[in-house]
């Protein structure tokens, strides 16, 4: 189990990667084939499905949690009859989520016909009738996926992750070079979220997966309810975060600026996926210490993960502080000056929540997260309107603002209050950890600002150069500054084992 940990947490870092770079080659011939109208609507049709799969009620984790609760209790009969009441549920969300749909499908030109010509409202129908169908099928099919999450096959779901991260842009990029349009790309990315559909229905049942439609506890029923209202406050939170702001700059700009909205948050979005890839796999782990009443293990577990976070983290942000303007040129050319700006102003507060996101999954399993769901509603509401407030001034960089500024209040203060005050976590022995590596960081962006002042063209391979100069000075400085004796070990012990099974290939 420990290694299956291991290795879920290396493919997920892995898939970031490959989709990371994936993504820094499809984005410039998306922009060349298709066009940054095109590639709004896509972004605007996908924040309209998020919206929509808040269905889900934030179920997936209570669901979750009474199985890993059940199994570890020996309760097999209860386990099966709480798959069939979780298939029964999502199959009625399912329905409900296409009545829905065709509300909204009907109501597009309504709403978006100020800022949208007849082509981009066409477009936008055909592209949210196709991702409809995605969404629909993803609510009973969750149940499978969430019943093999619960047994920590984290191989096989971080596995098909990869797979899917690299075949799905590859099918799309085929398509574009030989004249297909935006239907056709969105139709290769159904095709193939139905097929892990499929996948995790297949091996969920080859799992030993058993469902029955019997003696459903409507007692436990309330309970999961009254859990998983508040995860579901939370899922509305983020919907708000990072849905609403391209439905507000689509509703009073157009479709233009929902692109280089788009654009910026691919940075974000890949920002947080390099922090959750290591949080994301520890749920049920997290489980298993509050059952065990272990609560400084818990402490120094939250500490450990925002302190291998912030390695990856650091490097990022000051990175992108220091070259972001320059990749971006690189990247898609003149004219996209604004992503650099909306890029920074998100992604600088977010990087304190994202180095503290096991903070979450440790108030879920303790069923904890009532007062961040209540604080964070509060602060999205104030997003929200302020993020309509500053669009009709400063345009989309006006949404930017408005959310890293709740970010701030949010995540940096408030929170860190109650991780301190409630969940008991020890906040000014993490702070002090985060403070004591950022000196090696400030040193290395010093390093940067002067790389930036004596390397002034701009080409690829000056930029090259000194991203590779400022990336080993990072570490270099991180490892002799920065890093604790315990992970100083474990590079070295990694670095040997490396050296070791190199040489005994060669001999």
Known sequence: MKNELKIGSALSILTIVVGSLIQIFYTPLYMKYLGTIDFGINSLVQSIMGYIGMLNLGLGNAMLRYTVRYRAEGKFEEEKSLN????????????????????????????FSDKFTAEELSKTKSVFLLMM???????????????????????YQRGLSLVKTIVTPIVGAVLMLNGFGLIAVTISIVVSGLIVSMFDVIYARKLGMK?????????????????????????????????????????????????????????????????????????PKINRLIVED?????????????????????????????????????????????????????MIPLTVPLIQNTGIAIMQAKNMHQFRSVIYCIIAIGNVISSILLV?????????????????????????????????????????????MSIPIAITMGVGILLNKHIININYINFLIKVIIYGGTYFILLFFLGLNKDEKKEILKMIVKHNTEKNTIKD
């Open 84 to 111: 069939g009441m979780f298939l029964t549920i999502f199959s009625i969300l399912m329905i409900i989520s296409i009545f829905l749909g065709a509300y909204i499908y009907v109501n597009i030109p309504n709403f």
């Open 133 to 155: 169908l995605n969404v629909a099928i993803s609510f009973p099919v969750g149940v499978f996926s969430t019943n093999i999450a619960s047994r920590e096959k984290f191989l």
């Open 211 to 283: 469902i029955s439609f019997r003696n459903f506890d409507f007692k436990v029923l309330k309970e999961i309810f009254h859990y998983s209202f508040y995860i579901f406050l939370n899922i509305i939170i983020d919907r708000v975060y990072w849905g609403t702001d391209r439905v507000i700059i689509g509703k009073y700009i157009g479709v233009t600026a929902v692109g280089i909205y788009s654009i910026a948050s691919i940075f974000n979005t890949l920002y947080m996926n390099f922090s959750t890839a290591i949080s994301g796999v520890l749920f």
């Open 392 to 436: 009709k001034q400063y345009g989309a960089i006006g949404c930017a603002i408005a959310t890293g500024i709740s970010f701030m209040i949010g995540n940096i203060v408030i929170m860190n209050i109650y991780y301190y005050k409630r969940l008991n976590l020890d906040i000014p022995l993490f702070w002090k950890n985060i403070l004591k």
């Open 294 to 346: 272990k609560h400084e293990e818990i402490s120094n577990l939250f500490i450990r993960v925002g302190r291998l976070q912030y390695i990856l983290l650091g490097l990022i942000s000051s990175g992108f502080i220091l070259f972001g303007k320059e990749f971006i040129y690189l990247w898609l050319g003149e004219g996209y000056s604004e992503v650099y700006k909306i890029a920074l102003w998100i």
